[in-house]
């Protein structure tokens, strides 16, 4: 995966012993807004555009429409469909949830830091401010992106 920057995923400069109000991810990220939802694992939490609880098995990060979405690793592009982008690498699955118009295709090979489209929407969370929607797999099991990019 790539380097982060000094920036820890709780938003604080490490070792500075300030935290910022919403958590801003490192240059590893997909899009570099603060964080609107975390990866929720087996809690289930509300969904208030669906009106039911799930288990949000990703993150969601502020994005302006419009906004370039960039591929967090190296790996090959598995599947796009709808405003979902897949990207495999040997051992996990990312998946980019919200783009409009990707602009790659089944079987591309990316590098971290490629534009894979731009924030679109996310019906799921269509009462959430704008954003993407990003998840990591690894053995088929959802796991936190936070934890997996560091």
Same mark, same amino acid.
């Given at each position: 995966?790539?380097?982060?920057?000094?920036?820890?995923?709780?938003?604080?400069?490490?070792?500075?012993?300030?935290?910022?109000?919403?958590?801003?991810?490192?240059?590893?990220?997909?899009?570099?807004?603060?964080?609107?939802?975390?990866?929720?694992?087996?809690?289930?939490?509300?969904?208030?555009?669906?009106? #039911?609880?799930?288990? /949000?098995? *990703?993150?969601? @990060?502020?994005?302006?429409?419009?906004? &370039?979405?960039? +591929?967090?690793?190296?790996?090959?592009?598995?599947?796009?469909?709808?405003?979902?982008?897949?990207?495999?690498?040997?051992?996990?699955?990312?998946?980019?949830?919200?783009?409009?118009?990707?602009?790659?295709?089944? #079987?591309?090979?990316? /590098?971290? *830091?490629?534009? @894979?489209?731009?924030?679109?929407?996310? &019906?799921?969370? +269509?009462?959430?401010?704008?954003?993407?929607?990003?998840?990591?797999?690894?053995?088929?099991?959802?796991?936190?992106?936070?934890?997996?990019?560091?």
């Amino acid at each position: 995966l790539p380097e982060a920057t000094s920036s820890s995923p709780s938003g604080g400069q490490e070792g500075s012993g300030q935290q910022a109000a919403s958590p801003e991810v490192s240059s590893a990220w997909p899009v570099p807004g603060p964080m609107l939802a975390p990866f929720s694992g087996d809690e289930l939490v509300y969904n208030e555009t669906l009106g #039911d609880w799930r288990t /949000h098995n *990703g993150v969601d @990060l502020a994005a302006e429409a419009g906004e &370039p979405v960039k +591929a967090a690793a190296l790996g090959r592009v598995s599947a796009v469909w709808g405003w979902t982008v897949e990207v495999s690498d040997v051992s996990r699955v990312y998946r980019y949830q919200g783009l409009e118009a990707p602009a790659v295709q089944a #079987d591309d090979e990316v /590098h971290a *830091g490629d534009v @894979l489209g731009k924030v679109g929407r996310v &019906p799921a969370e +269509a009462k959430l401010p704008s954003h993407l929607h990003f998840e990591v797999r690894q053995d088929g099991s959802c796991v936190d992106p936070e934890t997996a990019l560091g």
